[in-house]
């Protein structure tokens, strides 16, 4: 008699520390989604800041060279689009979008 509810309360404690382990993984993963949160919200900040610069320079250098150049024009506009293409996948290295996590 007192093996049984021996095993009854340890199967007790076996069931209490599985609901904690899993409330504590649950919290793991709030808290990791929302430091992955964060982290792409300050990537396109500073995404959207450097679009801003680079919008400025660009604007400078097209009144500064406004003499009819359209190569300047042009080599201006892949160089801010390809540095934003850089930005954005440094972003997504930092912040990847996942089906799972959406």
């Known amino acids: 008699m007192m ?3 021996s095993r009854q309360g340890g199967i007790q404690q076996l069931l209490a520390a599985e ?3 899993q409330q504590i993984i649950n919290a ?9 949160k964060q ?3 300050k990537a396109e900040k500073e995404v959207a800041e450097y679009r801003a610069q680079m919008e400025l320079e ?8 406004s003499d009819g150049s359209g ?3 042009k080599r ?3 160089e801010t689009d390809t540095k934003i293409l850089h930005l954005k996948a440094e972003a997504e ?4 979008v996942s089906p799972a996590c959406s």
């Open 3 to 5: 093996a049984s509810s």
């Open 19 to 21: 609901q904690e382990a």
């Open 28 to 36: 793991a993963r709030s808290e990791k989604m929302a430091r992955l």
């Open 39 to 41: 982290a792409k919200e």
């Open 58 to 65: 660009f604007q400078r250098k097209v009144t500064e060279g």
């Open 71 to 73: 190569a300047n024009v």
């Open 76 to 78: 201006l506009e892949q």
């Open 93 to 96: 290295k930092v912040s990847p």
